[in-house]
């Protein structure tokens, strides 16, 4: 089986949310993410929405949390460590991030109309 837990707490951590917090964001119980930080819940017990509920307020793909190649790739956590990271700095990071998805979705969509 495999847990995602160690994953879901670094980006917590990265972004300063709290358990009650990403629980409120997520509509889920407190005790339940906390059990998937804890690696009581495995990858697959994990209900595909609230997986993506979670990423989503973690500013990231879902297979963020169990693909290394995703990452190693993320915007977020490639420009951290570049002088001081502040909540503000971190704030700019999320949304630069964000708009660079929805840019790809655009994108994508109208590729498929040509």
Known sequence: MLYIGEHVQERMSLLAIT????AYKTFMEPSEIDDIIRNKI???EIDELDL???SNVLHCKPEYFYDEKVRNND???NTMN????????RNVKVKIQDY????IFVN???AEEN
């Open 19 to 22: 358990i009650e917090e990403l």
């Open 42 to 44: 495995a990858l697959e």
């Open 52 to 54: 993506l509920l979670i």
């Open 75 to 77: 915007f977020l956590v």
């Open 82 to 89: 570049r002088g001081n990271d502040t909540e503000d700095s």
């Open 100 to 103: 660079i998805k929805d840019f």
């Open 108 to 110: 994508e969509i109208l």
